[in-house]
Nanobody, 128 residues
Framework: VQLVESGGGFMQAGGSLRLSCAAS????????VGWFRQAPGKEREGVAW????????RVSDSVKGRFTVSTDGATKTVYLLMNSLTSEDTAIYYC??????????????????????WGPGTQVTVSS
């Protein structure tokens, strides 16, 4: 079982990045996936979630209107499209998966420790 994030890097403020979370070794459609981030000196924060049970998505208020989460079942990849980036978005971004057939509201209420699998993270740095 493996989750691997990619797509991070350096970006100027106002730019966009698309992160990918590639899954392998488990039945993707039975899992909810969350995107988390952790900036230096700050607590880990959940920013986006998707429930494969019904295809619903949700993003946190802090990124609403700028971040979008989507999935490609054929490639077992979840994407996080991040637009209008600011220096406040600088963080390590992680994806996590949890076996659940519940809605995205349930998935978004899970804490980091509730998840079953976690990726190693990808660094996003936004220069102002």
């Amino acid at each position: 079982v493996q989750l691997v994030e990619s797509g991070g890097g350096f970006m100027q403020a106002g730019g966009s990045l698309r992160l990918s979370c590639a899954a392998s070794g488990f039945t993707f459609v039975d899992y909810g996936v969350g995107w988390f981030r952790q900036a230096p000196g700050k607590e880990r924060e959940g920013v986006a979630w998707i429930a494969h049970s019904d295809g619903t998505t949700r993003v946190s208020d802090s990124v609403k209107g700028r971040f979008t989460v989507s999935t490609d079942g054929a490639t077992k990849t979840v994407y996080l499209l991040m637009n209008s980036l600011t220096s406040e978005d600088t963080a390590i971004y992680y994806c996590a998966a949890q076996f659940t057939l519940h809605s995205v509201m349930t998935v978004s209420n899970l804490t980091w420790d509730d998840y079953d699998y976690w990726g190693p993270g990808t660094q996003v740095t936004v220069s102002s």
